[in-house]
């Protein structure tokens, strides 16, 4: 099989916001960030080539708790349990949450080697991954990454009756329903019914995000962003995927790595120095 020259030379180590802003218009998901972000990055010769981000896991996921039934809330749950479930996760997961490589350097590995090198060296037990185009790139898979079936929103039905009930444009088509509301000239209105309907019915606001937190975002939103936030909790089904960590509990593990290290040993494997 064919090997890129250069992996040698393109390296892996913790970056900072500049490096986000500086590639994070090539990704489709570019307004924001999840919470606790931190960066990671690949250069080649001091130019960069990637960047992953990774933050904080969400507390309730239905799709982690067919993976890790231990952690699904069930009859009895207290404050006290449901805190101690906050806590193992955010000393033992992170989540891959955004990841963008440099237009000139897509098809030559580095995406899913540098997913691999990141988790190793964030030094977790597990990392997890959301991603919809997991379905159609197997970038998580050649990483490491085990999925779980993919599972369809629970808001599906809800939120398709709410586009439909106030748009004519087609729920999947943010652009249409964007123009919709333009040429209607009713922005403040449908930002009050969609403000409304986004927090009643996101799971992630209501626990995630929820408590003190939710009246200062409410302050803070636009429209573009409540109907992206009213799709994705209801017409995105992203593929859940977990990898667990060979190197969890290593002290040895580099701060910088070139993207070769991945070959030396399977992607589940300890990492060979």
Not at 52 to 62: E, N, Q
Not at 111 to 127: A, E, H, K
Not at 173 to 178: K, P, Q, S, V, Y
Not at 185 to 192: L, Q, S
Request: proline share 5%; hydrophobic share 40%.
């Amino acid at each position: 099989m064919q090997r890129f020259s250069l992996l040698d030379r393109i390296m892996v180590e913790k970056g900072d916001k500049s490096d986000w802003d500086q590639l994070h218009e090539l990704h489709y998901k570019a307004e924001n960030l999840a919470i606790g972000p931190r960066f990671w990055k690949a250069t080649l010769d001091g130019k960069l080539v990637g960047v992953v981000v990774t933050a904080v896991p969400k507390g309730m996921l239905r799709e982690r708790h067919l993976v890790f039934p231990s952690l699904r809330p069930g009859a009895g749950e207290t404050r006290l349990t449901n805190t101690q479930r906050y806590k193992f996760l955010n000393d033992n997961f992170r989540v891959i949450s955004r990841f963008v490589l440099d237009l000139p350097y897509r098809g030559i590995g580095a995406g899913y080697r540098m997913m691999n090198l990141v988790s190793r060296m964030t030094g977790l037990q597990f990392m997890e991954i959301q991603s919809s185009m997991s379905k159609y790139n197997q970038f998580g898979p050649r990483a490491g990454f085990r999925f779980a079936p993919p599972m369809p929103a629970n808001n599906q039905t809800k939120v398709l009756k709410f586009f439909r009930s106030h748009f004519d444009a087609s729920p999947m088509d943010f652009e249409a329903i964007m123009q919709e509301i333009a040429a209607k000239g009713d922005e403040a209105r449908m930002f009050e019914i969609c403000q409304e309907f986004y927090f009643k019915n996101s799971a992630l606001e209501n626990t995630t995000r929820g408590g003190d937190m939710i009246e200062a975002r409410r302050e803070n939103l636009n429209l573009r962003f409540l109907i992206r936030g009213i799709q994705q909790m209801g017409l995105a089904s992203p593929m859940y995927g977990v990898w667990k960590n060979p190197d969890w509990g290593r002290t040895d593990i580099p701060d910088r790595l070139p993207l070769s290290a991945f070959d030396r040993q399977g992607p589940t494997e300890r990492l060979i120095l």
